[in-house]
């Protein structure tokens, strides 16, 4: 299985300013996505990063918000901008395995935003 | 939409006892199903995988699909205090990689 560290593993902003969450994963890796935990709710996919083109965002999120970046096969960067209390949440990256498709989760970032 | 529906609980169950855990999936495309383990304030963790109709078994967890009834189950034989978390159900359907996952069972095992 693939290790993945995130960080930071929590946050407390101010609204208005950005934050960057980063994600290293400790071998390379095609699929990176990045995913959304607000309290007591599920995981909601925010996009897939894809490496060496521009992120694939769902439904909800656009890019001016939370732009990602994925400089090469093995890190990946969320910025969550311009934020306001509604953004606080559990921030996740994932990563597959490799060809049995498993996805495997960093620890998170927890972000609050006042 | 596609959607992952699951039974928030909580699902209360005295230790030693069997877990029972239901899910159903929209989209019948979906080839791949996973079961997560979430504790509080923990990301999410990977326990089964299951790519084809039947049961699978891995310790005190198997997994059981029908994908004819577009559902799938988990059953944690011999519960332990250990095993109260959030279990969520995760669906891929026809984009590779991409997840959709359930809201997630709560089980809480008593003593």
């Known amino acids: 299985s693939a290790v993945i560290s995130q960080k930071p593993s929590r946050d407390i902003c101010q609204r208005g300013t950005s934050l960057t969450i980063q994600c290293q994963v400790d071998?390379?890796?095609?699929?990176m996505f990045w995913y959304r935990q607000q309290p007591g709710q599920s995981l909601t996919l925010i996009a897939t990063?894809?490496?060496?083109?521009?992120?694939?965002?769902e439904s909800g999120f656009v890019i001016d918000k939370f732009p990602i970046s994925r400089p090469n096969l093995t890190f990946s960067t969320l910025t969550v901008s311009n934020m306001s209390p509604e953004d606080s949440s559990i921030y996740l990256c994932?990563?597959?395995?490799?060809?049995?498709?498993?996805?495997?989760f960093g620890s998170g970032t927890q972000l609050s935003v006042l | 939409q596609k959607e992952v529906e699951q039974n928030s609980g909580p699902l209360s169950v005295p230790e030693g006892a069997i877990a029972s855990l239901n899910c159903t999936y929209s989209d019948r495309v979906s080839q791949s199903f996973f079961w997560y383990r979430q504790y509080s304030g923990k990301s999410p963790e990977l326990i089964m995988s299951?790519?084809?109709?039947g049961d699978k078994e891995d310790g005190r967890f198997t997994a059981q699909l029908n994908k004819a009834s577009q559902y799938v189950s988990l059953l944690i034989r011999d519960s332990q205090p250990s095993d109260s978390a959030t279990y969520l159900c995760a669906v891929r359907g026809d984009s590779w990689g991409k997840l959709q996952f359930g809201a997630g069972t709560q089980v809480v095992v008593t003593p």
């Open positions: 990063a894809n490496q060496g083109s521009e992120a694939t965002y």
């Open positions: 299951i790519y084809s109709n």
């Open positions: 994932s990563a597959d395995s490799g060809s049995n498709e498993k996805l495997f």
């Open positions: 071998s390379q890796v095609t699929m």
